[in-house]
């Protein structure tokens, strides 16, 4: 079983980090992957940077803009983490965009995650019917479970063709603006979350978008399987490093 099907079966609500893989230094990628392990996060999501983000807030923007100055690049990326496996044991996800995917060859790309102990892609410019109709296949061959992202503004009948096609959890956006971290959840979002929850979907629901303290964790894991932190936490290693990183994760999951 996927090392993410069996976190999702985990009877606890999960915490998801993303981080810029080669930001703030390039060799960083590994030593946060390793402290985050150990700081009590449940899986992480280590993006792939790219010149032309669409939907990333400012933050993520600027250390992807960061990262690729440093150097980063797909193959750098699979060099870094070529032992992972060796150390770190929790589900690791590549999100990014589909760009860099193509150019290095869809099952180039595949085949190199398995080798290396990847458990899922998040591509959020993939159309899902043209990942159904054209890659699904090669996905499945190599052990990887795609994301899909759903935002407030996606209909109830793509929310379920979505489910439909996915074997992991549905990406769930709390807005549909840009990423960056909030202070609370609005009546919108909370009523979003209430109604994708009444659709009863296959695939749990992870929450991205917005949250960056254990009142935003909260409010969205309430009818969530668990939440994803990204500007926030780039944010926090901007400013304090990569190293003490339980300060960051442990009032998040309300420990002292």
Known sequence: MNRINQKLNNDKKLLSIYFTAGYPNIDD??????NLEQSGVDMIEIGLPFSDPLADGPTIQASSTAALKNGMTTE???????????SVSIPLIIMGYFNPVLQYGVEAFCKK???IGIDGLILPDLPADVYDEEYKAIFEKYGLINVFLITPQTSEERIRYIDSISNGFIYMVSSASTTGAQSGFG??????????AK???????????????NDTFTQATTHTKGAIIGSA?????S???INELNNF????????
């Open 76 to 86: 750098k990326l699979f060099d870094q983490l070529k032992d992972i496996r060796k």
């Open 29 to 34: 990628t590994v030593s946060i992957i390793q």
């Open 249 to 256: 994760v442990n009032p998040i999951l309300g420990k002292n």
């Open 113 to 115: 995650c398995q080798e």
């Open 199 to 213: 659709m009863n979907l296959t695939n749990p629901q992870i929450v991205g978008f917005g949250i960056s303290n």
């Open 187 to 196: 009546e919108a979002q909370t009523n979003y979350f209430d109604r994708v």
């Open 239 to 241: 400013e304090n490093g």
């Open 233 to 237: 936490f780039i944010k926090y290693i």
